[in-house]
């Protein structure tokens, strides 16, 4: 009898000395063998996956003026038509919903023909600003590395394409800016390394520091105030 008391009270002070996990601010975790479960990650970072594009599908279905050329120099769009002859009401909101596209020709044909327009549309861009926010906004969003370098890209020839285009895009801010704030510190620490990727210019806290400084100098007057709002870390390059 005796020996059973003892085996209880030493399986006790095992059971009181074992650590149990725990999540954080529960009653449990205010035991005194329990271990705090760190939190799961956010996955502010992490890759979402990308949505079948309405660009892909009108590429696949030949309805694109447009087609693949080749020369000494590389890849180009061979247009069938003038550029300045497109309906850009049509045609740039679906060339700015490819960007989310990653595989060839689909990637090519959106990234180049989306600087053709770009090039090419003067006046005709600005009335279209408005239908190109959500696919800029998808694009960012899927937060692919190399969609997200393309679409800054984009973004920086957008604000310079015609007059006002800057200005216009001050309003949407809102909904493109936050994934700057996130990605704005992802910098590549080489050391004494070569960083080939500032090369290429797909840094993307380069890229991202380059738009907003671009957005700040076409914006206009109200431009730093709403994209210090976005980007507390901001810092403006016209008032410093």
């Not at 180049?112 to 408005?130: T, Y």
């Not at 890209?153 to 800057?166: C, T």
């Not at 960083?195 to 993307?204: A, G, L, M």
Request: with cysteine; charged share 25%.
């Amino acid at each position: 009898m005796v020996f059973e008391t003892s085996k209880a009270t030493e399986t006790c002070s095992n059971i009181k000395g074992k650590k149990t996990d725990s999540e954080g601010f529960t009653v449990k975790a205010m035991m005194k063998n329990s271990i705090v479960r760190a939190p799961p990650a956010a996955g502010a970072f992490k890759e979402r996956p990308a949505k079948p594009t309405a660009f892909r599908k009108f590429c696949e279905r030949g309805d694109f003026p447009i087609a693949l050329e080749h020369d000494t120099k590389g890849n180009k769009i061979a247009w069938k038509i003038e550029i300045e002859k497109l309906d850009y009401h049509h045609y740039l909101p679906l060339f700015f919903d490819g960007l989310c596209e990653t595989t060839h020709p689909y990637e090519f044909f959106a990234r180049q023909g989306v600087h053709d327009m770009l090039e090419h549309g003067g006046p005709k861009i600005l009335p279209v600003i408005p239908q190109l926010i959500i696919p800029i906004k998808n694009a960012l969003n899927i937060r692919n590395r190399q969609v997200i370098c393309t679409t800054l890209k984009v973004l920086q020839h957008l604000v310079v394409s015609a007059d006002m285009v800057g200005e216009a895009l001050v309003p949407y801010y809102r909904q493109i800016l936050p994934i700057f704030n996130i990605f704005k510190n992802v910098n590549t620490n080489s050391g004494d390394g070569i960083d080939y990727s500032q090369q290429k210019r797909e840094n993307i806290g380069d890229l991202i520091q380059e738009t907003l400084e671009a957005f700040e100098r076409h914006g206009g007057e109200d431009a730093f105030i709403n994209i210090k709002y976005m980007v507390p870390t901001y810092e403006s390059c016209l008032l410093n």
